[in-house]
């Protein structure tokens, strides 16, 4: 087994150790359960980082052109934010759990597609790609860990309702219903800037700034849907329930827009879903 792939392994067993952990304190409220899966993932996010570093050298170029690369440098991203996150807010590990899993789950999505490396075309060779694709990347983990505090929220808010009292040192029903507006927030400032700097890219490459390419499209779409929720928000006061919920909707519309659309659609994203 190559060093690269030696990497990626012992880094999925590593985050999949953290997201059990992190399940198993929703059993008691534990908080050093939370504390060993955060420093779990920590360790994943390091060896991880070397699977990302071995794979760039060996292809000669980022890792978003495969499915494999692209999965596997968005459960880094969402990882490394997350941790990012929790240093600065130590409230966000209450929502370790969903984000942890949701880790999990996009590694193993990398982990079933084939390793293969594919070269660089002439067209992709940009710095306005990059640009593009790591505005994507910082989207995906500010509107996840947004839609996690969404989710956390309602969890907390039905044990509320069910009797039963806050957790003791986690982050307050409040805080994650108004830290999960200011993480979408970013999130749509992200996306703004990866639709821009994919059309700036376009232009380059194919002399045209839109083509309405279906990923193309549905990112557009999902970031006017984020706007709707942001704007009912800000000027309607919307908040709580309501808004958690329309929050995760969001996040289905974000998910299909960027993971299942270009599977069904043909265009130029089917390339980075490995996708012929």
Known sequence: MSLELAAFWLGMVLYLSAALLALASLLGSSQKLVAMGVWLAAAGVGVHLLATAVRWIDVGHGPYITRYEGMSSNAL????????VQWRFPKVRSIAPYVLAAIVIVMGVAASSPKTADALPLTFQSHWLVVHIWFAKLANGALLLGAACAGGYLLKRRRLVGGRE????????????????KLTA?????????IGAGSIWANKSWGSYWSWDAIETWSLVTWIVYGIYLHLRRTFGWKGE????????????AIASFFFIGLIFTGLHREFLGVT
Do not use: K
Request: proline content about 0%.
């Open 77 to 84: 991203a969402i990882a490394a934010l997350f941790l990012l």
């Open 166 to 181: 806050e957790d003791g040192g986690f982050a307050e029903i409040e805080w994650l219903d108004e830290f999960s507006y």
């Open 186 to 194: 970013f999130g749509f400032i992200f996306l703004a800037l990866m």
């Open 242 to 253: 309501r808004a958690a919920y329309l929050l995760l909707a969001a996040l289905v519309v």
